[in-house]
């Protein structure tokens, strides 16, 4: 390692990070031995390593020392590339052809110039969002745009928490929650979760670690398709009610398309937050999420945001307006809505008659669990199909496959569901889980 101050010193480990020459976990060599090696003062090796720490490349462990992050986010890897001629089942993506026709509707969306100190919010996106939000239980008195659930999210936990501090988090989850809680050097605190979402014990064990915040994903749970049930709903709130200062974010990603009702468990709280993004429903362009929650969350997200881009573009929330009050937009969103749910359960339904374990109580995704991930993967490529390894959603969950079933028709459903029997039958006894 070499700098001939803290700026060079930290730029040379981030590099080597990067370089793969010192690997996550590694343990960075302490601050005195460091500075002896290299000539400088202890001062100077400890506010680089505070430079990574604030980066989200090194974590601190007190006496043990200064570590490489498990994740740090200068090496998130790309999502795998899908080579060409297999069927693609790991994307996680809705059905390009279920999506809404841009298009046609930007045409219908126009409205006046936006100038610098104009209202940040339009008011028909306020107020379509504050109808649809409302229906579902959801109290919608403060609201604002971000760009996106994952931009909200982080949004809302920098408005309260602080680097350090521990946050709750499903496992097995979405790996962007998994690097945006490392990229803020926060500690990720694993809840289980089954069919109906987060278990109440491991949230309570969670709780009683000290958990500043938590990260529920009500519907649609990606990967594992767990939907928060209305008696689940109420035993969380019973679990969360003697720690009233946790902050509650609820990622509703995929809004009306994930199938079943949405039971809220945070808007009853002094600090929360519910994203609903469009994603999912108007297409992943669409990068805008509407942000609900008690007033000083949303309006600290509210003022770090016009620090930064200022506000969404109006063209942006002009768009989602109008296509949240077409009628035919409504009328498709409620058939894919139907549809989804339907491939789903054929999935479901033929993995289930071949044995396997799987879950998909909602959303997009079903979730398979398999001992052996890379094999069941490479497996699954020799027959024409790629699937997801579920090592990147797990931090302490058994290991498992998740298969996108959102454009998969019911014959498709059963040629899937054959070759991954066939491929963990050829694997050998013990393969399977379940």
């Given amino acids: ?34 500075a002896a090696e290299l000539g400088l003062a202890p001062n100077t090796v400890a506010a680089a390593y505070r430079r990574l720490g604030e980066r989200g490349i ?57 100038l610098y100190g104009d209202r940040s919010v339009d008011e028909n996106l306020a107020e379509h969002g504050a109808r649809l939000l409302s229906a579902d239980g959801v109290r919608a008195d403060h609201l604002t745009v971000v760009s996106g659930g994952l931009d909200g999210m982080e949004r809302v936990l920098q408005a309260h928490v602080r680097r350090g501090d521990r946050v709750g988090i499903e496992d097995p989850t979405y790996p962007p929650v998994i690097d945006l809680i490392s990229a803020l050097g926060l500690t990720a605190v694993p809840i289980a979760i089954d069919d109906e979402g ?35 709903a109420s ?26 009702a949405l039971h809220s468990i945070g808007s009853d709280r002094e600090h929360w937050a519910t994203i609903r993004s469009a994603a999912k429903t108007y297409g992943p362009d669409v990068r805008l999420a509407l942000v609900a929650g008690d007033a000083t969350t949303v309006r600290r997200v509210e003022g770090r945001q016009r620090l930064g881009p200022g506000w969404v573009s109006h063209v942006l929330q002009r768009l989602v307006a109008r296509m ?74 058994a290991p498992g496959v998740r298969l996108t079933a959102a454009s998969l028709d019911e014959a498709e459903a059963n040629n899937v569901a054959d070759a991954l029997h066939n491929a963990i039958s050829e694997l050998g006894p013990g393969t399977r889980a379940g």
Avoid at 59 to 67: A, D, L, Y
Avoid at 85 to 98: E, F, K, M, T, V
């Fill in 1 to 34: 390692m070499r700098g001939s101050n803290a700026v060079e010193l930290a730029d040379d480990i981030e590099r080597r990070v990067v370089d793969h020459e010192v690997l996550p976990g590694d343990r960075l060599p302490p601050v005195r031995v460091l």
């Fill in 58 to 114: 090194t974590v601190g462990r007190g006496r043990m020392g200064t570590f490489v992050a498990d994740r740090p986010p200068v090496m998130i890897p790309p999502d795998p590339v899908v080579r060409d001629g297999l069927r693609d089942l790991s994307s996680g993506n809705p059905d390009p052809d279920r999506l809404p026709d841009l298009d046609s509707v930007l045409r219908e969306s126009g409205g006046p110039t936006i």
């Fill in 198 to 232: 987060p278990r109440p014990e491991s949230l309570g064990n969670a709780l009683d670690r000290g958990i500043a915040a938590v990260i529920v994903t009500p519907r649609a749970q990606n990967p594992f398709g767990s939907a928060v049930s209305s008696h689940r």
């Fill in 235 to 260: 035993a969380l709130r019973s679990t969360l009610a003697g720690f009233p200062d946790v902050l509650v974010i609820e990622d509703d990603h995929a809004a009306a398309v994930a199938g079943p």
């Fill in 324 to 397: 949240m009050h077409d009628p035919n937009v409504e009328l498709g969103v409620i058939r894919t809505t139907d549809l989804y749910a339907s491939r789903r359960r054929a999935m479901l339904d033929a993995l289930h008659e071949r044995g396997f374990e799987a879950h998909g109580a909602s959303g997009l995704n079903v979730w398979v669990p398999v001992p052996d991930e890379s094999a069941a993967v490479r497996a699954m490529e020799e027959r024409g199909f790629a699937i997801r390894s579920g090592s990147r959603f797990r931090i302490r969950s």
